[in-house]
């Protein structure tokens, strides 16, 4: 089986692969993909102690562990890696069960094409914020934007086979479902209107990212996956919650049931994944209802307590 999931950053967001209720099930025959960001090769000048722990505790897992790349990669590092072919495409082979899915490559995996395409423009550090100079090579590479001859190579791989696959995985996604999610808040780039291009021409069953750091179907073929860990195929919403990954954030806004007729609403001031002294095994959080004194403490509640988000965010 192969699975799919979002950004790792290192070990910042690994935690999603570690022991759960999800990651129990997957087994050596199996592979997990993540939507780039995978962080792990980023120190600028050599595989550091945190990087190879937790590189050869990736090795270690029962799965094969693949992942396009993102915007949060050390190229130059990522790119130094041996190139190997594999399953009718080319990778970078971090670990022997760690491999990177170069760009624009196509792969035969348990009878699936999967189209590969990393690459994603920075908003956080970078030309984004104007300091450049202050972080090239060190946070932020230029490489993080796919080359012409890159993109060019995708799409001649593509129209090789009709421009037809089964399942795309990027790290973002075309100009007009980035703004969507992002409300503007990412401009358009050369990523973004390439995959624009490619949603226009290319047939596909289903299309995941990462970037976002949500767990959205954006439409019935287009996910963005963050902390959930999918079948390849299935939806965000098909997808089996993560225990002990909590699926509301500090300052939401909730609706809770905290009985048969009492529904009530507030934010989100606490979050604790295993509950108070980690003794449970879902998230529950501290929340103050409106109409509450401020001065007094929120409420714990469970998650299955929480009926869902506001809109009023
Ligand atoms: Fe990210």
Redesign the pocket.
């Known amino acids: 089986m192969i699975y799919v999931t ?2 790792i ?1 290192g070990s910042i ?1 690994i935690r999603k692969l570690l022991e759960n209720n999800v990651t129990k099930k997957i087994t050596a025959n199996d592979y997990v993909i993540i939507c ?2 995978f ?1 792990l090769v980023w120190n600028w000048k050599k595989e550091v102690r945190n990087e190879k722990k937790w590189l050869n505790w990736l090795n270690d897992r029962p799965w094969t562990t693949l992942f396009v790349d ?3 990669e050390c190229f130059p590092r990522l790119y130094s890696y041996p190139v190997k072919e594999w399953k009718g495409g080319k990778v970078h082979e971090i670990r022997p069960k760690v491999l990177h899915l170069m760009r624009g490559e196509i792969f035969e995996i348990e009878g699936n094409s999967i189209f590969a395409m990393g690459g ?1 423009a920075s908003h956080d550090r970078g030309p984004a914020k104007g300091d450049t100079d202050a972080v090239i090579g060190t946070g932020w590479w230029p490489e993080e934007i796919a080359t012409t001859e890159e993109l060019d190579y995708g799409l001649d791989n593509l129209e090789a086979r009709g421009n037809k696959v089964d399942y795309i995985i990027t ?1 973002c996604l075309p100009t007009f479902y980035q703004e969507f999610i992002k409300k503007g808040e990412f401009p358009p780039d050369q990523m973004s209107e390439f995959f624009e291009y490619l949603n226009k021409t290319v047939e596909y069953k289903h299309w995941y990212s ?4 949500c767990n959205v179907d954006i439409t019935d073929k287009i996910s963005v996956v ?1 902390s959930r860990i999918i079948p390849i195929g299935a939806a965000v919403r098909d997808s089996e919650l993560i225990i002990g990954i909590p699926k509301y954030r500090r300052n939401d806004t909730v609706l809770v049931k905290l009985g048969e007729d009492n529904i009530r609403m507030g934010i989100v001031l606490k979050v604790e994944a295993y509950g108070p002294f980690m003794k449970h095994d879902e998230p529950y959080y501290e929340v103050h209802f409106y109409g509450d004194e401020i001065e007094k403490h929120g409420t714990m509640v469970k998650e299955t307590m929480i009926i869902e988000k506001s809109m009023m965010d």
């Open positions: 979002g950004d950053h967001d780039g960001d962080g993102g915007n949060h994603a790290h990462g970037h976002y750091h963050f």
